[in-house]
């Protein structure tokens, strides 16, 4: 009865929309034959022909941004339409599959479903990386992409995507949302809501400043529980701030495996579409990029483990941050620089004379779980954030044990943990405010030059 039900729908559907789109689209390039039927599929079924839409950093955010998205494997070409502020097309590309990359990574991968039943990935696609380039500079625009195939009664189908937005860089002063560790997972959602609604209080924190709120996102890794599960990473991105604002991303532990603990930094990878300026065999993972005045050095500790790793990791830094003439320097990884619990050193020892040596203004981590920042050490602050996924906070932090010189603050909730940053950076300084989920300002430093 069901399926009877079903297929009277979608007939009703193909039809109504047929009726519509008989019409040449505006993005046919070829004259249609005069019996080409066109179906362009109703807006609420989009979810199931795009995956995982994204808005990520372009190398220089003043005149490009990068857009990722996957379709199915049928898609004969996308065209991605660019829009001024008023919503009005500005430009339009036509993306051909062959301008794709089949992608297999998550296909077959043990995984969970939202209602809680085990299954294996089905995850073949056609994964597209785009830029959008040239970009005028301190100027909001939207995109959204549609994409074309032919079914099996010859009708030239389309569907298209939601719509999102993207702000590029080039005004005096700008602000941005950091979060981390949310650890995304479908049979609990409340991870993926608390934190989406953590990053909605950082942006009313943010408006109550400057009237507007915050630019874009940089999230510190371990979004996904899971980075291996496709229908993770789906599943997120189909929240409204993704939708919003551009993320620039890390790849976290998490990120980074399956649930069957297999690793590969190739999870983030494809989910993204991030600069390819990172060292060998980490092109779209570590990446670094401009946002006005500010150089961002994305690292994956992932592949940092061994000295080895370490090594290559740090000649490329130091290589990124000696070619730039940004006034401002950070750099981002997943792994915390203190123990939060006793304050014990973690990565900090890793990386404190390379960034003496090069005049690195703010280090950025996480993973802990615990809040941290500290004093100003030669040039540097370095900050990790807390977890806001009011679920796999650390215990409720004890005396501190080691470090007292250098460790200025700490904080979390315990194991129900949420909190995010605010980023303000103008022509002279940033200043970052940790916020909790009341979006109350618990924590302060600000790093003039
Ligand atoms: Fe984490």
Known sequence: ???????????????????????TPE??????????VYVNLPKDSCNNYFYS?????????????????????????????????TGKTIRQTKLPASKAEKCTVYDGIY????????FYEDAKFLKYRYTLSPLSSNTKYSYRITSHWTDSKGRKVSATSDTYSLKTAGADSWTACIISDFHSYPPLPGRLSSAMKMVETVNSYAKGKNGKGFDWVLHLGDVCAWGGSWSFWNIMYREKPFKNWMWAGLNGNHDN????????????????????????????VC???????????????????????????????????????????????HYQWFYGGSGSTSQYSRWKDLFDECGVDLALGANNHIYIRSHKLNNTVY???????NERGEDLIGEL???????????????????????????????????????????NVTISK
Do not use: H
């Open 383 to 389: 900050i990790q954030t807390p977890s806001s996924d």
């Open 401 to 443: 044990q080691y470090n007292q010189d250098l460790i200025a603050y700490r904080w979390n909730e315990g194991p129900k943990t949420i909190g995010a940053l605010l980023m303000e950076v103008n022509q002279n300084q940033i200043t970052v405010t940790l916020l909790d989920r009341n979006g109350q300002a618990l924590d």
């Open 257 to 284: 495996m399956t649930r069957q603990s297999a690793y590969s930094n190739k999870f983030f990878k494809y989910a993204t579409a991030n600069p390819l300026n990172g060292y060998d065999g980490e092109e779209g």
């Open 287 to 333: 990446y670094s990029f401009t946002y006005g005045n500010t150089l961002f050095v994305m690292l994956n500790n992932e592949d940092m483990a061994t000295s080895a790793g370490l090594q290559k990791a740090q000649a490329w830094v130091r290589q990124t941050l000696s070619r730039s003439s940004a006034k401002f320097k950070v750099v981002c990884e």
């Open 1 to 23: 009865m069901k399926k009877i039900l079903l297929i009277c729908i979608s007939g009703i559907l193909l039809s109504a929309c047929s009726k519509s789109s008989l019409d």
């Open 53 to 85: 839409v994204n808005t990520c950093p372009g190398e220089t955010c003043s005149s490009e941004m990068n857009i990722s998205w996957g379709v199915k494997l049928n898609t004969e070409y996308c065209i991605v339409y660019l829009m001024d502020e």
């Open 111 to 118: 995984s969970k479903k939202a209602n809680g039943d085990n």
């Open 27 to 36: 993005e046919s390039v070829t004259p249609p034959k005069k019996d080409t």
